[in-house]
T-cell receptor, first 114, second 117 residues
């Protein structure tokens, strides 16, 4: 059973460009979570999605950030018009049956904004 | 809001020795879950151990065990027979219902553990 997959592992963007981060949950998992880790910090919750639904986006910045988890395909975290402060590691996690299940993490995408 | 505090930014331990990492949390909830995750230099987040607050028995996973003190809101991690591969950042995390059926992990700032040969 493959783990949570994230791609790309490293992404470099110039200010003003768009960043698209992809996450494929573990097989059989229908709950996806996105977290952001700034240097020397713990992870901070951004958004929780189930297939085709956003359940909790309380940790997501109100502008420029969006997330989706379509019926088919991976979950996408999209950052429009990136700024230097968006540079961070973005982790995706998935759980199988519900939000109280253990969350298993992917390897993360390290975004660098020049 | 829930908070998680890890008071030891860095620790070191000799190989084969035992080390304890501390974690305290603040919540008014009665039903919650606690976790320790490990982040080695590869930066992958790896689950170490999970504890349900309603369980009085402390969780164990091989060389890893916890001391869960619910009244004191303390959740320490003990690593026995430390190995070089245990060198990593260790994050304590807390999870409870944040409303509308959403459970989000709240992480501490981490403890950097170095195992010395």
């Amino acid at each position: 059973n493959a783990g949570v997959m994230q791609n790309p592992r490293h992404l470099v963007r110039r200010r003003g460009q768009e960043a698209r981060l992809r996450c494929s949950p573990m097989k059989g998992h229908s709950h996806v979570y996105w977290y952001r880790q700034l240097p020397e910090e713990g992870l901070k919750f951004m958004v929780y999605l189930q297939k085709e639904n956003i359940i909790d986006e309380s940790g997501m910045p109100k502008e420029r950030f969006s997330a989706e988890f379509p019926k088919e395909g991976p979950s996408i975290l999209r950052i429009q018009q990136v700024v230097r402060g968006d540079s961070a590691a973005y982790f995706c996690a998935s759980s199988p049956n519900g939000p109280t299940d253990t969350q298993y993490f992917g390897p993360g995408t390290r975004l660098t904004v020049l | 809001a829930q908070t998680v505090t890890q008071s030891q930014p860095e620790m070191s331990v000799q190989e084969a020795e035992t080390v304890t990492l501390s974690c305290t949390y603040d919540t008014s909830e009665n039903n919650y879950y606690l976790f320790w995750y490990k982040q080695p230099p590869s930066r992958q987040m790896i689950l170490v151990i999970r504890q349900e607050a309603y369980k009085q028995q402390n969780a164990t996973e091989n060389r890893f065990s916890v001391n869960f003190q619910k009244a004191a809101k303390s959740f320490s991690l003990k690593i026995s027979d430390s190995q070089l591969g245990d060198t990593a950042m260790y994050f304590c995390a807390f999870m409870t219902d944040s409303g509308a059926g959403s459970y989000q992990l709240t992480f501490g700032k981490g403890t950097k553990l170095s195992v010395i040969p």
